[in-house]
């Protein structure tokens, strides 16, 4: 079993960390622009760390008008870990906490995988709209993991 940390960046900037865990895609492919170290980013971000202190990913709540976009990033060398699942996982726990209805991801047409993030989000419970989101209704008062 992993051993990973949920730490919130509050407030969140752009560092060599999360340059890392983006590996070679562009950062303007999640709306995050061309950031340079040290830039402030919006919304909330929270980082995993795994035992060794190494980071091995993100994720990031947007929240507007009672529902949130989320996004999931998570290390090259940390994929197919389960590190995915414990993120969104804690998004969808910190949603709740908020009282949101509604977590959603839109995957970028430029991703270069598309089929797979949308495949694994709709093993998650995520469901297509006719907007080209993947929505997910918010458990409300669930409270699943501690901490």
Excluded: C
């Amino acid at each position: 079993m992993h051993t990973w940390e949920w730490i919130p960046e509050t407030p969140a900037s752009w560092d060599a960390r999360k340059a890392g865990v983006l590996g070679t895609l562009d950062p303007a492919l999640f709306g995050l622009g061309r950031p340079e170290s040290g830039d402030a980013l919006g919304d909330e971000w929270w980082r995993v760390e795994d035992g060794g202190g190494r980071t091995v990913a993100y994720g990031r709540l947007d929240e507007s008008w009672g529902d949130a976009e989320i996004l999931v990033l998570v290390h090259p060398e940390a994929r197919r870990t389960g590190v995915g699942s414990f993120v969104l996982s804690r998004l969808e726990n910190e949603a709740g906490r908020r009282g949101l209805t509604y977590i959603y991801n839109v995957v970028p047409d430029q991703h270069p995988d598309p089929e797979q993030v949308t495949g694994w989000l709709g093993a998650h419970g995520f469901v297509g709209n006719d907007v080209g989101e993947l929505r997910k209704q918010v458990p409300s008062g669930a409270v699943r993991h501690g901490g």
